[in-house]
């Protein structure tokens, strides 16, 4: 598999990310049971994108006296394509986050803990999967049709089912907890167990915080089977693939934070992130008949996600007006 990365580069790359992590470990969001303000979430999001873009600078920086201007040119394009594509989709994951903190009524104080776990399995799922997905195309180069028929499909999907809510009252995964585990009806602060006297001996109980976390490693999987074959449109250097979703995930916590209150405000998004899918899919199946420029591509996925975020905006602020005019 060809790569720009250097045995450093990596080295140097996972050092970045386990202090990035320590950091949103144990800097953002403070001690336990902390709720994390809009202010300090948008702080911490800015932060993360700067550190992101700062990254491409220093990997164009290192491509251009290395590898010539046109290779830093072309691989940093591709990163930052890359990055907005799992940046964008990344999007859809916090609105699950939020319908399911939502369902089990987990208030926000209680939630770190489990978003800080959501994102470290992301992190390693995405890894092991990107490395597979690698090899998969390294050897079988028609994965790349079957990556962008599910894109294809995913996306028209996303789009027919868009406001649909899932059931998750009868969601098979919490019945079969339910069935197999004792769980309480109520929270115990940040814990996911707890040991409760049952017929003279202690028993563990789960707590509906468990099940939160069940699931959205559940939906952290789910995602990244859509979201990881999107980048594939763009390059299979794993580097680069690898570098790229991890910056757009490390942030992820950050920027739920952050829409946790202005969620309802992007009611047009979801249609939004669908045409991105249906659009990377395309571009996966023409990769053999004509292969779409990556400057274009990253064009019409900012034009998209904007567009879409403009709309939005524009019908939240129709509907606040309507019962003033009709008053």
């Given at each position: 598999m060809?790569t720009?990365g250097?045995w ?10 386990l202090?990035?992590?320590a ?9 336990k049971?902390h709720?994390v303000?809009?202010?300090e ?5 800015g932060i ?9 600078g220093?990997l164009w920086w290192?491509l251009?006296?290395?590898a010539?201007?046109?290779v830093a040119n ?11 594509i799992e940046?964008s989709?990344?999007v859809d994951n916090?609105?699950?986050w939020l319908m399911l903190?939502?369902f089990?009524a987990i208030?926000i104080e209680l ?6 776990l ?10 092991i999967?990107?490395?597979?997905g690698?090899w ?11 990556f962008?028929a ?6 028209v999907?996303?789009?027919v089912f868009?406001d649909?809510k899932?059931?998750?009252?009868n ?5 079969w ?9 109520e929270?115990?602060?940040e ?20 099940l939160?976390?069940?699931l ?6 789910i995602f990244a089977?859509?979201s990881i ?5 763009i390059t299979?250097?794993?580097?680069i ?5 991890v910056?757009?995930?490390?942030g992820l916590r950050?920027m739920y934070?952050?829409?946790a209150d202005?969620?309802?405000?992007f009611?047009l998004l979801k249609?939004?992130?669908?045409m991105v899918l ?14 779409i420029?990556v400057?274009f591509?990253?064009?019409?996925v ?10 939005s905006?524009r ?6 007006a309507?019962p003033?005019?009709?008053g």
């Open positions: 060809e720009i250097t450093w580069m990596w080295a140097g790359f996972f050092a970045i990310v202090v990035m992590l950091i949103d470990l144990f800097v953002v969001g403070g001690g049971q709720r303000s809009f202010k979430a948008a702080t911490w999001s993360w994108v700067a550190v992101s873009f700062v990254f491409a220093a290192y251009d006296g290395s010539g201007r046109e072309a691989k940093t394009l591709e990163y930052v394509t890359g990055y907005l940046k989709l990344a916090v609105f699950v903190f939502s089990f208030p939630q770190k803990r489990v978003l800080i959501g994102v470290l399995g992301a992190i390693v799922m995405r890894t999967m990107i490395f597979a690698v998969l195309i390294a050897k079988f180069h028609w994965i790349l049709y079957v962008g599910f894109l294809l499909i995913t996306g999907k996303m789009w868009a649909q899932p059931d998750l009252g969601n098979p995964v919490i019945k907890i339910r069935k197999h585990m004792n769980v309480t009806d929270l115990h602060g814990r996911f167990f707890v040991m409760r006297e049952q017929a003279g001996k202690l028993v563990r109980y789960a707590t509906p915080l468990f939160v976390l069940v959205v490693e559940i939906t952290d999987l089977v859509d074959p999107a980048i594939f449109a299979t250097d794993p580097f693939v690898l570098t790229s979703n910056f757009a995930i490390l950050a934070f952050l829409l202005m969620a309802d405000r009611s249609y939004g992130l669908a249906v659009f990377i899919g395309v571009k996966m199946l023409l990769i053999d008949l004509y292969k420029p400057l591509s990253l064009g019409v900012a034009a998209i996600i904007f567009t879409s975020i403009v709309l905006l019908k939240d602020a129709r509907a606040g309507g003033q005019a009709g």
